[in-house]
């Protein structure tokens, strides 16, 4: 038996990266029935064991627990949540201090998510070279705020090798999602640090056009100098959570010991009196701009 990881799916076959070679493989029916909650059996990102047949495929015996997942919607008008990749050690909020301008609110909901998938967040703001002395100072004040909140942040360019060399970094031999609107500048850093990239997106996409079903899968795209990226096409944010009104507080750090001040238990810290949000706020510990981003979320659950 051998160990791998599920790198691509067509829906009926799978790559399985072992560390020396990539084999393709297939899922016994029987484990097709076993999972109910989510319509994928197995995702791109999966660890399994396998065993390798005559002409060199692979059968897959077992799936291994996932650490974590990240799912969308099921496309194709089945019901449920689809797997779009698990394991990640770590998901990349991409955003540009301008063209197009950052948005705050992006960013929050992205960490508020990540928070309730038990994903690691990293915050990255791009195009640094663009930025005026007021996009720099609003670049370091995030920053700042973000890492006392216990996230990381990285300001970053592509002129600027320095920055790419924190990014290398940080990707390294690590299995990394990318997640931001377009334009911002995440094929781009991707391929500065990494130029033969592009050269393995083309080569994994030859493989999909074999699926007759291949929608928009998925993919990990091995990088050069060890780690994976998790490719999501048409993916620019997670898919959303359900969270209650009342929950939404616990996914903001800032908020959790404050919220033990309120007096009531269901708190929403928007209207309701004594409240311990709505103190600490008005005392200028929590930011205005996370404040802002919180109750836009509750607006929107
Ligand atoms: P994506 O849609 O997020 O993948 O964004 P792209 O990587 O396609 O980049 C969009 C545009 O921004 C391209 O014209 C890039 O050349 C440009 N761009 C990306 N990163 C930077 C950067 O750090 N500085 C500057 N000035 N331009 C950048
Ligand atoms: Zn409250």
Redesign the pocket.
């Known amino acids: 038996m051998k160990k791998g990881r599920v790198i691509q799916s067509t829906g009926s076959w799978y790559l399985v990266d072992t560390g020396d070679k990539i084999v393709e493989s297939r899922l016994p029916g029987r484990f097709r029935l076993e999972e109910k909650e989510v319509t994928n059996p197995l995702a791109v990102g999966d660890w399994v064991d396998f065993n390798l047949n005559d002409d060199g495929s692979g059968n897959i015996e077992k799936i291994h627990k996932r650490e974590n997942y990240i799912t969308r919607q099921a496309t194709h008008g089945k019901r449920g949540e689809q797997i779009l990749v698990s394991n990640l050690d770590q998901a990349c909020v991409?955003q540009?201090i301008k063209?197009p301008r950052l948005k705050e609110g992006f960013i929050d909901r992205f960490l508020v998510t990540c928070e309730a998938y038990e994903v690691n967040p990293v915050i990255i703001i791009?195009?640094?070279?663009?930025a005026k002395s007021g996009g720099k100072a609003l670049a370091e004040e995030l920053k700042e705020l973000y890492t006392e909140l216990g996230y990381k942040c990285l300001l970053?360019?592509?002129?600027d090798e320095l920055s790419l060399k924190s990014v290398r970094a940080l990707l390294k031999d690590k299995t990394s999602a990318f997640i931001?609107?377009?334009?911002?500048?995440?094929?781009?850093?991707i391929n500065a640090i990494d130029p033969s990239y592009n050269l393995k997106v083309n080569e994994v996409s030859d493989f999909s056009s074999k699926g007759k079903h291949t929608t928009t899968f998925a993919r990990l795209i091995p990088l050069s100098f060890g780690g994976y990226i998790a490719d999501t096409p048409g993916i620019r944010e997670f898919g959303l959570v359900n969270i209650e009104p009342w929950e939404l507080s616990l996914f903001f750090p800032e908020m959790l010991e404050p919220r033990e001040n309120c007096q009531f238990s269901n708190c929403t810290h928007a209207h309701e009196p004594k409240c311990g949000v709505a103190d600490a706020f008005e005392k200028g510990e929590i930011a205005a701009s996370r404040y802002q981003s919180y109750l836009n979320m509750l607006d929107s659950l």
């Open positions: 991409v540009s063209q791009n195009k640094m070279d663009l970053t360019s592509i002129e931001g609107p377009s334009g911002v500048g995440k094929t781009s850093l």
